[in-house]
């Protein structure tokens, strides 16, 4: 375990000269006035040291308060990551990450970064962790990520057929259900937010009809499931849509959450073209610019608590 950490530092340090030797254009953000803002932040409570102002601060709190733009955001991780700064979390999870790139020879060292960061690399239900950002619209529940079973949204809004949604997410999928209808698509929903208790009847007939095993390939357990966060929508009638939801959804705030072409081994579920989530169109469209297929990848490399917490120790020593 030691030799493995070693060789990881040794990768790491000179991965960082390389990229750091390299002639890159500085990020505009800083002479834009974002230390300005931290130092505004700061002088709000000069008394408060200023990674203890920092450390309590949610991603959305920290947009707020030094004025940054969620794709200002991006810019500045991805000026992070071209620095060699994006390693995140080095001494705690060296060796996570080198299993998973041995598991995963095939992804980028960036993406297994970025999955272990969201805790994908551990087997599904055994090392589960109470879901962090509760109602916020980046919140990752999945099968190692749960609400507990008296969580229920506080802005749920009814949208027909005795179903809730997220206020947000209803006002956006009504937005793009009327773009679809003119131009001759009729999609309609299903189900949305689902209750503890509802998932997990719907869970436990699954176990007696088909087995747990069976069960847990095709049905979240309950307080594992995103239609508990009011964020996630069942489409009917999307064959003919499909295309243009893929290409689109994005500028509504929508992402397909269950992808084809192997990511069930990431995400916990095959591929359900019928299962949208809403994660605001900032960071539906940030995945889609960066073509980044998984939420839980985009998760762990943007908005884990690790990554925030790198974000700012990096604006303290700046």
């Known amino acids: 375990m030691i030799k493995k950490i070693i060789i990881l530092t040794i990768y790491f340090t000179l991965f960082a000269v390389v990229v750091t030797s390299c002639s890159f254009e500085s990020s505009d953000l800083f002479e834009n006035g974002i230390l300005s803002a931290v130092s505004n932040m700061f002088s709000k409570t000069p008394s408060a040291p200023r990674d203890t102002v920092l450390s309590h601060l949610s991603l959305e709190d920290f947009l707020s308060e030094t004025g940054l733009e969620f794709d200002d955001y991006i810019t500045l991780m991805a000026d992070y990551e071209r620095k060699g700064i994006y390693l995140h979390s080095l001494e705690k999870n060296a060796s996570?990450?080198?299993?998973?790139?041995?598991?995963?020879?095939?992804?980028?060292?960036?993406?297994?970064?970025?999955?272990?960061n969201a805790n994908v690399d551990v087997g599904f239900y055994e090392n589960i962790q109470t879901a962090p950002n509760l109602d916020s619209l980046y919140i990752l529940v999945n099968k190692n990520n749960q609400v507990s079973h008296d969580f229920v949204p506080s802005n749920l809004v009814d949208i027909g057929?005795?179903?809730?949604?997220?206020?947000?997410?209803?006002?956006?999928?009504?937005?793009?259900?009327?773009?679809?209808?003119?131009?001759?698509?009729?999609?309609?929903?299903?189900?949305?937010?689902?209750?503890?208790?509802?998932?997990?009847?719907?869970?436990?007939?699954?176990?007696?009809?088909?087995?747990?095993?069976?069960?847990?390939?095709?049905?979240?357990?309950?307080?594992?499931?995103?239609?508990?966060?009011?964020?996630?929508?069942?489409?009917?009638?999307?064959?003919?849509?499909?295309?243009?939801?893929?290409?689109?959804?994005?500028?509504?705030?929508?992402?397909?959450?269950?992808?084809?072409?192997?990511?069930?081994?990431?995400?916990?579920?095959?591929?359900?073209?019928?299962?949208?989530?809403?994660?605001g169109i900032d960071i539906a469209t940030a995945m889609y610019n960066e073509r980044i297929c998984s939420f839980e990848e985009f998760y762990g490399k943007y908005l884990a608590s690790d990554v925030l917490h790198n974000v700012k120790r990096q604006i303290l020593t700046t």
Not at 167 to 194: C, H, P, V, W
Not at 223 to 233: D, K, M, R, V
């Open 96 to 116: 996570r990450y080198l299993e998973f790139q041995e598991k995963h020879p095939e992804l980028p060292f960036s993406t297994v970064i970025a999955y272990v």
């Open 161 to 279: 057929e005795e179903t809730f949604m997220h206020r947000e997410a209803a006002r956006q999928f009504f937005k793009m259900k009327d773009t679809l209808r003119d131009m001759g698509y009729n999609i309609n929903f299903s189900s949305a937010y689902r209750s503890y208790y509802r998932q997990e009847d719907g869970y436990n007939r699954t176990v007696d009809d088909a087995g747990q095993a069976a069960a847990d390939q095709s049905v979240a357990r309950p307080g594992h499931s995103e239609h508990q966060t009011g964020l996630a929508i069942d489409l009917m009638d999307y064959h003919a849509a499909l295309p243009w939801l893929i290409d689109n959804a994005h500028k509504y705030g929508f992402i397909l959450r269950y992808q084809p072409n192997g990511y069930e081994v990431f995400q916990g579920f095959k591929y359900e073209p019928w299962h949208w989530r809403y994660v």
